[in-house]
């Protein structure tokens, strides 16, 4: 049985969004990071310092996307090049440069949105030190306030895989409806903490253009390194 925690204009589901999603309205933007099935992959992906957990050991079945498509105006999936998704000509890339040479440089986002692709630059420790994450496959909060902001008209947002909630504290800092959904019960309570404290802070740059972030040298001045 699904179990619901409202903070501010954030409705956070501890459960399964095979059973959880069915059951919500439409919303303007999906914007979400399924488990790529790196955990099955696992010899392939030996630099990966991730806890041995189950969550990542399958991707999303194909019919879940179908759902995604039909819940959300606009969709946004990272790890999109994992997936079974038809072509697009608007995908995102997140520059994660420099990195050592043994790892991947970035990573893909397939989106339905008819737009020029573009892409992101910042570290993966844009915002908390890669020792300090919640979550092994934690993403930057500004790369997913970017995200946001290549959708067109957003008011709600959903994004059915949160993990440790990072879609839910770029809402809640953009003034945001936010619906997260989350299967393991620690990251659930992780999300909870995390969407709190956004809510619980006013925004540190009202004016900062989220969207002129396609740099790295624009996104350093909106926060300093590692803040
Ligand atoms: C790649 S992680 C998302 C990380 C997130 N972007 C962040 O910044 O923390 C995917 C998450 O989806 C969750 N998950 C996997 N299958 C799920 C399901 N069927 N329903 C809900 N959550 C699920 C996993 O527990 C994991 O925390």
């Known amino acids: ?17 095979r059973e959880v999603l069915p ?3 439409r919303f303007d933007l999906i914007l979400t990071d399924p ?31 179908g759902l995604m498509r039909e819940k959300g105006r606009q969709l946004i999936v990272w790890g999109g090049n ?18 050592p040479p043994s790892y991947a440089v970035g990573e893909m986002a397939w989106t339905s949105i008819d737009m020029n692709a573009a892409k992101w630059c910042g570290k993966v420790g844009d915002d908390v030190p890669v020792k ?19 959708a067109e008209n957003v008011a709600s947002v959903c994004d ?6 990072t879609t839910g504290v770029a809402c809640a800092r ?8 989350e299967r393991e019960r620690k990251y659930f309570d ?24 396609d740099t790295a040298v624009q996104g350093d001045m909106l926060l300093p390194a590692n803040a």
């Open 35 to 65: 488990p790529y099935g790196i955990g099955a992959a696992r010899g392939s992906h030996s630099n990966l310092k991730m806890d041995d957990e189950a969550w990542d050991d399958a991707t999303p079945p194909d019919w879940l996307f």
């Open 190 to 213: 992780i999300a909870c903490r995390r969407i709190e404290q956004a809510y619980a802070q006013p925004r540190l740059f009202e004016d900062a253009k989220v969207g002129a972030g």
């Open 1 to 17: 049985m699904a179990e619901k925690v409202t903070i501010g204009n954030a409705e956070l589901w501890h459960g399964d969004c």
């Open 174 to 181: 953009m003034g945001l409806q936010f619906v997260g959904i």
């Open 160 to 165: 059915p895989f949160m993990g440790s909630g």
């Open 82 to 99: 994992y997936f079974n998704l038809p072509p697009t000509r608007g995908f995102l890339f997140w520059d994660k440069s420099p990195m």
């Open 132 to 150: 300090d994450r919640d979550h092994p496959t934690q993403k930057p909060v500004r790369l997913l306030e970017w995200c946001i902001s290549k």
């Open 23 to 25: 059951l919500l309205p």
